[in-house]
Nanobody, 119 residues
Framework: QVQLVESGGGLVQPGGSLRLSCAAS????????MRWYRQVPGKERELVAS???????NYADSVKGRFIISRVNAKNTVYLQMNSLKPEDTAVYYC?????????????WGQGTQVTVSS
């Protein structure tokens, strides 16, 4: 059974840090681009960070220098280290595995984990 399970969300004060984890099962992430998205109510899902199968990383301008995406293929897990968090980072964060999302297959999503940045 293919599954992505996110964890690590929660409530944190501005300036704090959180590390999100996304554990994959039922497939091997080493041939997938792995991405973190976030979404707030009433807005479109936003791409936050991506890690290609070739280990190239990209970030949204809003998180550059603060967030780090990493992956441990041997553990079939991808991480998002979030530092210097701001209230505007508050969202539900989703993990995505993409080998052929554009073609409508080999495209998986987690259930999401809530991150709230507030004092």
């Amino acid at each position: 059974q293919v599954q992505l399970v996110e964890s690590g969300g929660g409530l944190v004060q501005p300036g704090g840090s959180l590390r999100l984890s996304c554990a994959a099962s039922g497939f091997a992430i080493n041939s997938y681009a792995m991405r973190w998205y976030r979404q707030v109510p009433g807005k479109e899902r936003e791409l936050v960070a991506s890690s290609s199968s070739g280990l190239r990383m990209n970030y949204a301008d809003s998180v550059k220098g603060r967030f780090i995406i990493s992956r441990v293929n041997a553990k079939n897990t991808v991480y998002l280290q979030m530092n210097s968090l701001k209230p505007e980072d508050t969202a539900v964060y989703y993990c995505n595995a993409d080998r052929s999302c554009a073609l409508g297959y080999a495209c998986y999503w987690g259930q999401g984990t809530q991150v709230t940045v507030s004092s």
